[in-house]
């Protein structure tokens, strides 16, 4: 499986996880970050469905896919798996980095268990499958 994390994330975090997820080879999962495959500012209208054909799982804090009916129906049609993260607004860099390492195990049982199209929203305190 491949999990994108998208252009809200650093391209470094993406790679921090990258490294520490090949400590966990047999769990068959690649972390990249989408600029590794379109090129920085690609429309979602374009990314969205090229991520979905490689059954790949993307990561965002733009939650406007949810709420933009062309965009979530887009997200469906394709059968994508996402989940948006929505940390705390007074959180950095490093904070952010917090929490995806504290939420990794939880997103990638969610990513490998639930059936697509899904989406997911990460608070701090959860992970809550969106009610589409």
Not at 27 to 54: N, R, S, Y
Not at 70 to 76: G, N, P, R
Request: aromatic share 12%.
């Amino acid at each position: 499986m491949k999990i994108f994390f998208d252009e809200n994330f650093s391209k470094y975090l993406a790679t921090g996880i990258s490294e520490l997820q090949k400590g966990m080879r047999h769990e068959g999962i690649e972390v990249l970050h989408l600029t590794q495959h379109f090129d920085k500012g690609v429309a979602d209208e374009k990314w969205i469905p090229e991520i979905a054909k490689m059954h790949g799982i993307i990561i965002t804090q733009d939650t406007r896919i949810a709420r933009t009916g062309s965009l979530w129906k887009l997200c469906t049609d394709y059968k994508l798996g996402i989940f948006f993260v929505k940390p705390s607004k007074s959180y950095k860099y490093w904070d952010i980095v917090r929490f995806i390492i504290n939420k990794w195990a939880a997103i990638k049982d969610k990513a490998n268990t639930s059936n697509r199209p899904f989406g997911y929203i990460v608070t701090p305190n959860k992970i809550e499958r969106m009610n589409h």
